[in-house]
């Protein structure tokens, strides 16, 4: 649908005969007055004493015609697209993900390949991602220290491209997992909808960095009533070839599920284990049912500003008729 958003500017067209009707020519050009553009043009047209003047009835035309492209361009036309639906549900949803040494440990599996627990991971989280259409989504990562990858926001698609992207050691080779509770905490204290608030935190070791302990993070959780589920990531036996053959390994026995467990209990969340990658698809859609996205949808009507095309018209014209005066001087 056309439309003009500032359809009063409209009003303005017969400005410039007003000014003429109304006001009389300047005859000292010395004196202070109100300046008409194409003040000349109409003179000639209108004027009948000096019959020695040539008339040029087509420069008039052309103002007239670039002055209504000017006001055309104030009125600010625009083009309203059809109404658009998008989901709203209010929920801010942040993600930690564990990048320490530990995460390389290739125990998990995709499409019947050996991966890393972080490649397991990145398929997984990033699939949750694109299903909370309507969720603020926000992703840190933590190693040895803890930092803000992308803030709260809709944008799905560069939330899941900045977890794909991490690597690890990216963060350290550690593991602050208080840091990364503590971070999560500053980034939402000041969010108004409480119950909506989420940390959804993956991790496959024990808190061996930073400067908050877990306690004090979930402290502050509770504080502000942060909600957190906790993903314990690893396999419980893994075979591995050494010099006496192949051994039986348990490459999660540096896994603190009780320290896991105590940060989902107080925070009212809740902790999941996961040995395998069908176990992590599993949680995360346990979280999306313990977490559903609302139904709410607002409505909106996307416009496309046209103001730049009768502007560029009556730029033009304005310099036609001003090349067509130097030439007839």
Known sequence: MFEFAWLWALLLLPLPWLARRFFAP????????????FADELRMVHSSSDKNTPKR???????????????????R??????????????????????????????DFSLSSHQVSRLRATKKVAGEFIQR??????????FGTQAYLQAPLSFDRVTINRFLQEAAIGLAGKKTAIGDAIGLAVKRLKDKKNISQMVLILLTDGVNTAGVLSPEEGVALAKKIGLRIYTIGIGASQMQVESFFGTQVINPSKDL???????????TGGQYFRAHDTKELEKI???IDKLEPVDSDKETFRPIQA?????LGAAMMLACLILLLRLRSV
């Open 306 to 310: 046209l103001f730049m095309y009768p």
């Open 26 to 37: 300047i005859q000292n050009q010395q004196e202070q007055g109100l300046y008409i553009p």
């Open 284 to 286: 995360y859609a346990q």
């Open 132 to 141: 909370r259409k309507g969720d603020r989504l926000g992703l840190i990562l």
């Open 77 to 106: 036309p625009q083009w309203m697209g059809d109404p658009v639906e998008v989901s709203r549900s209010g929920r801010d949803v942040m993600l930690a993900v564990d990048l320490s040494g530990s995460m390389q440990i290739q």
């Open 57 to 75: 009835p087509w420069l008039l035309y052309l103002a007239s015609l670039a002055w209504i492209c000017l006001i055309l361009a104030v009125a």
């Open 256 to 266: 603190d599920e009780s320290m896991l467990k105590a940060i989902a209990k107080q």
